[in-house]
């Protein structure tokens, strides 16, 4: 079965540059959540996107952006970026079940 | 807000034996997650849990959900090396409006190891 897909697997970035990640759901599936994972902490919610439209907003710096585009793929933009930035970035999308498939996530390193 | 709290943290667990992982959370909630992460690795979809007394089983590994004391557990029943990861149970808060409603809280994972 098709699963979530994430570019680039892996990020190696300066400080203060700026990155996107992209994210493309099962097909079907009309909900995308974005979530980072520091070293050793439990995934933390950063936004969601339903239909396209922004649906909610967790802990995202105002330095990141993200959109959702008519082919219902993702894209985070991370602007000056920071060392604490350096995380796992993990895409989930859902569907009529609401179960969030995630994934395979984008090491972001942020030297 | 939502509050979400597994014990124990790690459990360290001999080949052939049960063990519980407990989770708590501190709203009312009608959707209760269970993912398995391996090292570096995506979160696995394990169980999802929908109302109060539901009870699902897959191998080992058997999860409840006790609505009214806001409880799951993930029982796992004769440990084999392999169920060694990473678990996280994550909750919906049932709270939450309109186009709110979905976004996960996790609890801080519990890092299991199975011992030969």
């Known amino acids: 079965a098709a699963g979530v897909i994430q570019s680039p697997r892996h990020l190696i970035k300066e400080k203060r540059e700026t990155a996107t990640l992209k994210c493309y759901p099962i097909?079907?599936?009309?909900?995308v959540y974005w979530y980072q994972q520091g070293p050793g902490q439990d995934p933390q919610f950063l936004i969601s996107?339903?239909?396209?439209?922004?649906?909610d907003k967790g802990s995202i710096p105002d330095r990141f952006s993200a959109q959702q585009f008519s082919d219902y793929h993702s894209e985070l933009n991370m602007s000056s970026l920071e060392l604490g930035d350096s995380a796992l970035y993990f895409c989930?999308?859902?569907?009529?079940?609401?179960?969030?498939?995630f994934g395979p996530g984008t090491r972001l390193t942020v030297l | 807000e939502l509050k979400v709290e597994q014990n124990p943290l790690f459990l360290s667990m001999q080949e052939g034996k049960n063990y519980t992982i407990y989770c708590n959370y501190s709203?009312?909630?009608?959707?209760l997650y269970w993912y398995r992460q391996d090292p570096g690795k995506s979160l696995e979809s394990l169980f999802v849990l929908l109302s109060n007394g539901a009870v699902k089983q897959e191998g080992r590994l058997m999860a409840s959900l006790d609505t009214k004391a806001r409880l799951s557990t993930l029982h796992i029943t004769a440990a084999v090396h392999d169920l060694s990861a990473t678990y996280f149970c994550?909750?919906?808060?049932?709270?939450?409006?309109?186009?709110?409603?979905?976004?996960?809280?996790f609890g801080q994972g519990t890092i299991l190891t199975v011992h030969p």
């Open positions: 994550a909750v919906v808060d049932a709270n939450a409006g309109g186009t709110s409603y979905g976004k996960l809280t």
């Open positions: 709203t009312t909630s009608d959707r």
């Open positions: 989930a999308s859902s569907g009529f079940t609401d179960t969030q498939y």
């Open positions: 097909p079907r599936h009309d909900t």
């Open positions: 996107f339903y239909e396209k439209m922004q649906s």
